[in-house]
């Protein structure tokens, strides 16, 4: 593996407890990337997780079962923190709230930070925690009312990898999808944030060759098909389950749509960018920052089905206005959210 020049090897070490999502793909990404800048890493994860090989790449995977007993949760972080102190790490990175249970003590050998992508919903395990990175403004600031020190927050967004110049698209006929069809992608977890719901009944209310992907997993699934259903669009909605790789079904796409409520950051939006595609978003807190409407891609109010219609036909309607929008969002994206410029702020915070 190439590695770029680094006058000094620097040691990190990793907690997270995360299952298989949009964090867990960046967990990858950024161990992957800052290992290319000459920083050695040990993460601590629970046992086998899907993507526990591809992160052993780019550093020394630990696997270990994490009680909820209250006796053994002080040996299990005794022993994470001795093992970190064998590795020689001086700066401690846990990803998400449930990672802050087993951080080690933080002093004059060790620094701790706690990484969010999703709001802070109190703060009684983070004893152990001396700094928060949130990856939009809007987490930081929602840690800071609820008594969070300023200094000690950051804000480091989140960066995505260019697609292969080789991807290949999938076959839009393997997902019951017209060839001359407009497709709508959407993804995320089935939950009521999310808002698939409001995707479906955009369809309904758009033409007959407008179809959804609606790429994902969760409680409220069954909900969503019963809701295609009842407003007769089942054969112009597609469930297509939870994709590890998502890049080949953005790339057979034509417009991707994030209508959710609560979206922290939403990934999604980076990814549409990074595939050229022009986006449709609602202003939840992280698209709204993301996003210059009109200029980067179009935003609607939340939960407004008939202002994401309006926007997605400003798009069917205008072509150029996706191109436009798609065009100006990669550029926006290559200049604030690059592998470069995201890892150079993190390799700052940390060491």
């Given at each position: 593996m190439a590695t770029e020049q680094n006058p000094t090897l620097t040691k990190l070490a990793h907690i997270h407890l995360g299952v298989d999502g949009g964090a867990e793909k960046f967990f990858v990404r950024l161990a992957r990337a800052l290992a290319k800048r000459g920083v050695e890493q040990?993460?601590?994860?629970?046992?086998?997780?899907?993507?526990?090989?591809?992160?052993?790449?780019?550093?020394?995977?630990?696997?270990?079962?994490?009680?909820?007993?209250h006796i053994k949760r002080h040996i299990i972080r005794w022993n994470i923190a001795r093992?970190?102190?064998?590795?020689?790490?001086?700066?401690?990175?846990?990803?998400?709230?449930?990672?802050?249970?087993?951080?080690?003590?933080?002093?004059?050998?060790?620094?701790?930070?706690?990484?969010?992508?999703?709001?802070?919903?109190?703060?009684?395990?983070?004893?152990?925690?001396?700094?928060?990175?949130?990856?939009?403004?809007?987490?930081?600031?929602?840690?800071?009312?609820?008594?969070?020190?300023?200094?000690?927050?950051?804000?480091?967004?989140?960066?995505?990898?260019?697609?292969?110049?080789?991807?290949?698209?999938?076959?839009?006929?393997?997902?019951n999808t017209p060839e001359e069809a407009t497709v709508l992608i959407h993804l995320g977890r089935f939950v009521q944030r999310k808002r698939f719901d409001l995707a479906i009944k955009a369809v309904a209310k758009l033409p007959e060759n407008v179809h959804a992907w609606l790429i994902g997993d969760g409680e409220l699934m069954d909900d969503m098909k019963s809701l295609a259903a009842d407003l007769g669009v089942s054969d112009r909605i597609h469930f297509l389950?939870?994709?590890?790789?998502?890049?080949?079904?953005?790339?057979?796409?034509?417009?991707?749509?994030?209508?959710?409520?609560?979206?922290?950051?939403?990934?999604?939006?980076?990814?549409?960018?990074?595939?050229?595609?022009?986006?449709?978003?609602?202003?939840?807190?992280?698209?709204?920052?993301?996003?210059?409407?009109?200029?980067?891609?179009?935003l609607s109010p939340c939960g407004d089905v008939e202002r994401v219609v309006s926007s997605l036909n400003t798009i069917l309607s205008n072509p150029e206005t996706g191109t436009r929008t798609a065009g100006t969002g990669q550029e926006f994206m290559a200049e604030n959210y690059s592998e470069k410029t995201i890892c150079k702020k993190y390799q700052t915070l940390l060491f």
């Open positions: 040990i993460a601590f994860i629970r046992p086998d997780r899907p993507w526990r090989d591809e992160l052993a790449e780019h550093c020394d995977v630990r696997e270990m079962k994490f009680s909820r007993s093992q970190i102190r064998q590795f020689g790490a001086r700066t401690t990175m846990g990803w998400m709230s449930p990672a802050s249970k087993w951080m080690p003590k933080p002093g004059p050998d060790m620094r701790t930070f706690l990484r969010l992508g999703d709001f802070p919903d109190g703060f009684h395990t983070y004893g152990n925690v001396e700094n928060l990175i949130g990856n939009t403004p809007e987490i930081i600031r929602q840690a800071i009312e609820r008594g969070w020190p300023a200094d000690k927050a950051h804000v480091i967004s989140n960066f995505v990898d260019p697609l292969p110049d080789d991807l290949q698209p999938v076959n839009r006929a393997d997902y389950g939870w994709q590890r790789d998502p890049s080949p079904f953005l790339k057979a796409a034509d417009i991707l749509l994030c209508p959710a409520d609560d979206e922290p950051l939403g990934n999604v939006v980076l990814e549409g960018w990074n595939a050229g595609l022009p986006v449709v978003a609602t202003a939840s807190p992280g698209p709204s920052w993301l996003i210059e409407h009109g200029k980067t891609g179009l």
